[in-house]
């Protein structure tokens, strides 16, 4: 079993940027696909991005693509998603979500572990 645990989050204006950290305990990361999830009231847990467990490959909802990027440092054992240009729209609680899989799906039931979510609020 993992533990994960995020920091990072805050309020910044339009435009600027923040950089979401997730520590992972109990397990080493680089078992684990790794993801970003972010969720506002009333509506589901959405994709941001992911991260292949074995390779570099990453993906990203095409609402952050250009803007976010996700990393992973499997000796820190530490997942990151930095935000750039953000936008009031990318105001949400951010999960950060591991899966004993490989392939870091965009559905959030495949996922096995989660955190307990950081706030972004971004002012317009």
């Known amino acids: 079993q993992v533990q994960l645990v995020e920091s990072g989050g805050g309020l910044v204006q339009a435009g600027g940027s923040l950089r979401l950290s997730c520590v992972a305990s109990?397990?080493?990361?680089?078992?684990?696909?790794m993801a970003w999830f972010r969720q506002t009231p009333g509506k589901e847990r959405e994709f941001v991005a992911g991260?292949?467990?074995?390779?570099?490959?990453?993906y990203y909802a095409d609402s952050v693509k250009g803007r976010f990027t996700i990393s992973r440092d499997n000796p820190k054992n530490t997942v990151y998603l930095q935000m750039n240009s953000l936008k009031p729209e990318d105001t949400a609680v951010y999960y950060c979500?591991?899966?004993?899989?490989?392939?870091?799906?965009?559905?959030?039931?495949?996922?096995?572990?989660w955190g307990q979510g950081t706030q972004v609020t971004v002012s317009s």
């Open positions: 109990g397990r080493t990361l680089s078992t684990y696909a």
């Open positions: 979500a591991a899966d004993s899989g490989s392939g870091a799906p965009s559905r959030s039931w495949e996922y096995d572990y």
């Open positions: 991260i292949r467990r074995d390779t570099p490959y990453t």
